[in-house]
T-cell receptor, first 113, second 110 residues
C-alpha cells in the first residue's frame, strides 16, 4: 500500500555497520510491525508496537532495536550488521482491536557483505 | 508458541487446473487470515475467517475454516496466470500479533 512507506528500498552495506530502516504510514493506524522475510521461511516478526509508548519483542528480536517516534513512524535499527541479517524487511500496520488485517509496505531489500 | 504449517511448499499447475493450499495449526485458533504476495511484491490481505466451518468465496477463490478451528484451506478454481504468487496463512497469536505460515508458492504455466 502506498499508505505505508519504507525507506530505503534497497541497501547494501558492510558487516559491522549501523543501519536504520524507516517506516511511515498515513493510515492512522496505532499498530505497527517489523518483519523479515527469508526464502522458505515466510514472514518472521522482529518487533511490534501498539502505540507510541508500547514496544514488544517478536520472534527474532536479537540483533535488532526499534523506535516508535510517533504514531506514524516506526524505525528498525541493526546496531552492528552481520551477513545473516541479509533479508527482505517489511513494515506493516493494522488498526486497533482484534481481527484487523495488516497493511504492508513495499519492503527494504538489505544486503550485508 | 504457536506452530503453523502450510502444504505444499511449492505447486506448479497448468493454467485452468485447480489449486489448493492447506494451513495447519498446533493449537485451536480464534481466527485466521490469508495473504497473497506477488513475485517482487508485498503481502496483501485477502480474507479473514472467524467461525468454525466458515466458508467464504472471492470469485474463483474459496476459503474454508476447519470445524475444529485448527486448519484452513484456500482453493483456486481454474487457475490463471494472475494467480501466480505465494499464499500465506496468518494465525492470531492470542490477540497480540499474527504468526505467518511459511507460504505456498504457486506457479501457473500458460
Amino acid at each position: 500500500d502506498a499508505d505505508v512507506t519504507q525507506t530505503p528500498r534497497n541497501r547494501i552495506t558492510k558487516t559491522g555497520k549501523r543501519i536504520m530502516l524507516e517506516c511511515s504510514q498515513t493510515k492512522g493506524h496505532d499498530r505497527m510491525y517489523w518483519y523479515r522475510q527469508d526464502p522458505g521461511l515466510g514472514l518472521r516478526l522482529i518487533y511490534y508496537s501498539f502505540d507510541v509508548k508500547d514496544i514488544n519483542k517478536g520472534e527474532i528480536s536479537d540483533g535488532y532495536s526499534v523506535s516508535r517516534q510517533a504514531q506514524a513512524k516506526f524505525s528498525l535499527s541493526l546496531e552492528s550488521a552481520i551477513p545473516n541479517q541479509t533479508a527482505l524487511y517489511f513494515c506493516a500496520t493494522s488498526g486497533s482491536g482484534t481481527n484487523q488485517p495488516q497493511h504492508f509496505g513495499d519492503g527494504t531489500r538489505l544486503s550485508i557483505l | 508458541g504457536q506452530q503453523v504449517m502450510q502444504i505444499p511448499q511449492y505447486q506448479h499447475v497448468q493454467e485452468g487446473e485447480d489449486f489448493t493450499t492447506y494451513c495447519n495449526s498446533s493449537t485451536t485458533l480464534s481466527n485466521i487470515q490469508w495473504y497473497k504476495q506477488r513475485p517482487g511484491g508485498h503481502p496483501v490481505f485477502l480474507i479473514q475467517l472467524v467461525k468454525s466451518g466458515e466458508v467464504k468465496k472471492q470469485k474463483r477463490l474459496t476459503f474454508q475454516f476447519g470445524e475444529a478451528k485448527k486448519n484452513s484451506s484456500l482453493h483456486i478454481t481454474a487457475t490463471q496466470t494472475t494467480d501466480v504468487g505465494t499464499y500465506f496463512c496468518a494465525l492470531d497469536n492470542y490477540g497480540q500479533n499474527f504468526v505467518f505460515g511459511p507460504g505456498t508458492r504457486l506457479s501457473v504455466l500458460p
